[in-house]
């Protein structure tokens, strides 16, 4: 998996979209473009593949594309509407563009290397840059239900609380 950090300015969503499709297909892997201020870390996203990809495995997929059905899992959701708040959007975002292939093998890393190029070159990254360095932790306990006292009773970080969000969408299936 290989994760391009930087700030997006999105004139027409639907033909971002679109070309974010096209260049999956172009190398074989999977892209999904996120909001940054809805992701944790690496870890979330990693988290959110693992599962996605072991529920078509098990034909228990809600979404028919796998780029769907890896942001229901990042956003810890069933329902494809309220997933899509975690998405980018027109204008100016901060942003984290996911490039998954299907297997770990060194042809799958050439493919994300080669996607991942193609993608810093695309018209609408304005600059790459460490988005996802400090996490907005009011938008991420907002989004995710996570409360001040569930934080206050457990050390475990916000990451982890994150996580264990996207973990709890295969129990509530």
Request: charged share 35%; aromatic share 4%; with cysteine.
């Amino acid at each position: 998996m290989e994760l391009l950090e930087c700030r997006l300015s999105v004139d027409d969503l639907d033909a971002f979209v679109s070309r974010l499709g096209e260049i999956g297909d172009d190398h074989g892997v999977t892209i999904q473009a996120f909001d940054a201020r809805y992701v944790a870390d690496r870890n979330h996203l990693e988290r959110a593949v693992e599962l996605a990809d072991r529920s078509i495995e098990r034909g228990e997929n809600v979404a028919r594309d796998r780029a769907v059905e890896i942001l229901l899992y990042a956003a810890g959701r069933r329902q494809i509407d309220r997933a899509l708040e975690m998405g980018v959007g027109e204008g100016g975002n901060r942003a984290v563009i996911l490039i998954a292939g299907d297997e770990t093998s060194e042809v799958d890393d050439a493919r994300e290397s080669a996607a991942l190029e193609a993608l810093e070159e695309l018209e609408a990254v304005a600059s790459l840059e460490a988005t996802l360095a400090e996490p907005d932790e009011r938008t991420l306990c907002d989004f995710f239900e996570i409360t001040d006292a569930e934080r206050a009773a457990t050390d475990a970080s916000l990451s982890a609380l994150v996580r264990e969000r996207v973990a709890l969408l295969e129990v509530e299936k």
